[in-house]
């Protein structure tokens, strides 16, 4: 098994993910959908850092795991608030951006 | 030049009294109706004294010291440009603030009696000083663009004055007509400041005078003709003259006191202002001449066809002036002559205007000619006067128009080649059809029979009209005598126009006299003939293709129409549609389509999170992509 393989992985994970966010409309999904690709982002740096031989790769991978927990956080009470307001985490209920 | 000092350092008064007159009585309402008119008078009386009193001050110092300076106050310091205003008092100055003052207040004291029973009396007498104040300022600026301050107020008073009936639409027309061709002379004062600023830097009447030497012979005859079309624009010359007979519409005094004494010399004034461009530029000169020599002939065919008693006399006005134009595009032989011409006009003239108001005020306002004849019998005075300023104006031997007008037709006979047989003889020859169709016009008025409709009851004026008559009558006769043959008009004007130059004419003096006597009285006896002993038919006869065309002003307004009329409704209904198709459908398609696209554009803002990051993802992807490609 080559690293290639772990590439291929990762692009299949990413797509999963984009897919869960753009279809599906209840928020948490969409958030799993998020860390699903946040996830195959991981994958690819770490994967790349061992093609590469360096550490940059899985120094960035645990920079995006941080990020993706404090994200996790802000972003659960975001959706809590919502729900809480509107009884619905139904991201498509939540259109007041529109013009 | 020396600064003002006694009676001069307050020379500021003859323009600011009249102005203060026009003010009080515009502003004073309807307590001034009755006091008004008199008030108005006295100012213009009381800057006729100053005029007067300064000219007796200038006479008491030498020839070379009678030019002064009164410096008003700073008025545009403007970076290259530093003007003052201030006033010129000199001998060409004085001689015209004595013309307005004394003929302007004597034709306000006419105005008394002849606007008596006009319920806007205030407002007349309002305006009247507004002009007189507008005219003193004309004529004593110290520099073109103070100059051009009284020229545009001249210009707006005759604009009130003429349209005073306004009621009538045709008089309001009149009145517009003045005012537009005025505007065309005075973009020519405003081209000629323009060029002057450029070449010189300089707008006052001294820096200029001194700036002349050395400059190009184009740039002086470019400005040289672009003062002759303000003063064609202000003086009634070809090819802007058409306005003045229909000025006529205004009430009688203002045709005495606009169109004959003093604004239509405006622009006689402006030359021998300017005398030493136009002496420098001898082409300038030249087309002076032309366009002098052109109206005066215009202006005597004109008057010999018009059966109107005032546009007949409007016609002779634009001839005098025409003579004036014509002496002063002669140059040196001629400045002092078209002053002095001026002078003289201005009496007779005003003096017969007036007698014509007072034959339409005893004839019921009715300006037909032909319906008047026989009236010396019941207007005698009236006769008299105006029969004086008739003897003066066709040049009868001794009075005042004999000095002025012949030494035009002599200067006009010096020089050399072709210009002084044409000029001259385009001078004598009208001389004798003025006597015609002046005679023509006295007799058919006052002599032969009477041709009265049965309603009127002719009858003489009251004293506050007659009196300024029989003064002017008095002036009309003798005021030539006086300045002429002593040469005071042409010593007392040398400092200011120049040496006066003795010409040679190509035929002789006293034979040019002669034959001037004899012209006139062909004139005179033709028009006896004609008008006094046969019947005057009372419905005009068809006449001759001359006639007719000199009845319709030699076919001015039609020209003016073809020429400049409908070009100009065409190229402004092209711009119109240029204007609505191309740049305001430029404008609105610009608009239109940046609303509609962004109506569209609108429609992808509709606040869905996963439509938004679908769009994010394309925008990587295809970001990505072409970073693919570029690589």
């Known amino acids: ?99 | 030049m020396h600064d003002a000092t006694g009676v001069a350092s307050v020379g500021w008064l003859m323009i600011a009294l009249p102005l203060l007159g026009a003010a009080v009585l515009l502003l004073g309402g309807k307590a001034l109706d009755k006091a008004g008119p008199y008030l108005a008078v006295l100012l213009s009386w009381a800057a006729f004294v100053i005029g007067l009193l300064i000219v007796l001050q200038l006479h008491g110092r030498g020839a070379e010291e009678r030019s002064m300076h009164l410096h008003l106050y700073s008025w545009i310091p403007a970076g290259a440009l530093n003007l003052d205003a201030g006033l010129l008092i000199d001998q060409l100055s004085t001689t015209f603030v004595l013309l307005i003052t004394f003929v302007g207040s004597l034709i306000m004291v006419y105005s008394l009696g002849y606007m008596e029973h006009d319920p806007d009396k205030r407002r007349f007498f309002a305006y009247l000083n507004l002009f007189v104040a507008s005219m003193l300022l004309l004529v004593l600026a110290d520099s073109y663009v103070l100059l051009f301050v009284g020229w545009e107020g001249v210009g707006l008073a005759s604009y009130l004055l003429i349209g005073f009936w306004n009621w009538n639409p045709a008089y309001a027309t009149a009145a517009n007509k003045a005012f537009f061709l005025n505007r065309v002379g005075d973009m020519g004062m405003i081209l000629a400041m323009a060029i002057m600023f450029w070449a010189w830097g300089k707008l006052d009447f001294a820096g200029v005078n001194a700036a002349v030497a050395g400059t190009g012979k184009g740039t002086l005859l470019a400005i040289g003709l672009c003062l002759l079309v303000a003063a064609c624009g202000k003086s009634a010359q070809f090819p802007l003259q058409s306005w003045l007979g229909d000025a006529m519409a205004g009430p009688t005094p203002v045709s005495a006191l606009i169109h004959a004494a003093t604004m239509v010399t405006a622009g006689v004034y402006l030359i021998v202002r300017s005398n030493v461009i136009f002496t420098a530029s001898e082409n300038a000169r030249l087309a002076v001449c032309i366009v002098g020599a052109i109206t005066l002939a215009a202006g005597a065919i004109i008057g010999c066809a018009k059966d109107d008693l005032k546009k007949a006399l409007a016609a002779s006005t634009m001839s005098q002036i025409g003579y004036m134009v014509l002496a002063a595009g002669l140059g040196p032989v001629g400045y002092a002559f078209a002053i002095f011409h001026l002078v003289t006009h201005g009496f007779f003239k005003a003096g017969m205007f007036l007698g014509a108001g007072s034959v339409m005020h005893g004839m019921n306002d009715q300006v037909d000619m032909r319906r008047f004849g026989g009236l010396s019998t019941v207007m005698k005075i009236t006769w008299v006067t105006f029969g004086l300023g008739f003897l003066a104006i066709i040049g009868f031997p001794g009075l005042s128009g004999f000095w002025s007008k012949d030494k035009i037709i002599e200067s006009a006979f010096v020089g050399e080649g072709w210009k002084p047989w044409v000029f001259g003889l385009t001078a004598l020859l009208a001389a004798g059809v003025t006597a015609f169709y002046m005679s023509r016009l006295f007799f058919m008025t006052f002599m032969g029979k009477r041709r009265w409709t049965e309603d009127v009851h002719p009858h003489e004026s009251p004293l506050t009209m007659t009196v300024p008559m029989m003064i002017l009558a008095v002036g009309s006769a003798f005021l030539g005598l006086i300045l002429g043959p002593t040469n005071i008009m042409t010593d007392w004007l040398e400092p200011v126009v120049g040496a006066h130059e003795e010409g040679h004419p190509v035929i002789g003096q006293y034979p040019l006299m002669a034959i001037t006597v004899v012209l006139m009285i062909i004139g005179v006896a033709i028009a006896w003939k004609m008008y006094w002993r046969d019947d005057v038919p009372i419905t005009p006869p068809v006449g001759s293709a001359l006639t007719q065309a000199a009845r319709r002003d030699l076919g001015q307004d039609d020209l003016n129409e073809a020429a400049f009329q409908r070009p100009g409704l065409h190229l402004t209904r092209s711009l119109v549609f240029f204007d609505n198709k191309v740049v305001d459908g430029g404008g609105n398609g610009l608009a239109a389509g940046i609303g509609g696209s962004s109506a569209r554009l609108k429609k992808m803002q509709n606040g869905y999170v996963r439509s938004y990051s679908l769009t994010m993802l394309l925008g990587v992807v295809a970001i990505l992509g072409a970073w693919w490609v570029v690589q």
């Open chain 1, 1 to 99: 098994m080559t690293l290639t393989s772990y590439i291929y992985l990762s692009v299949v994970l990413f797509s999963i993910g984009a897919a869960v966010v753009l279809l599906r409309r209840n928020a948490i999904i969409v958030f799993m959908g998020v860390e699903l690709m946040l996830n195959a982002a991981n994958l690819a740096f770490v994967t790349f850092a061992r093609m590469q031989g360096k550490l940059d790769g899985q120094v960035i991978a645990l920079f995006v795991m941080v990020v993706a927990a404090a994200e996790v956080v802000v972003g659960l009470a975001i959706i809590m608030a919502i729900f809480r307001a509107r009884r619905s985490v139904s991201v498509d209920d939540v259109n007041l951006l529109k013009l």
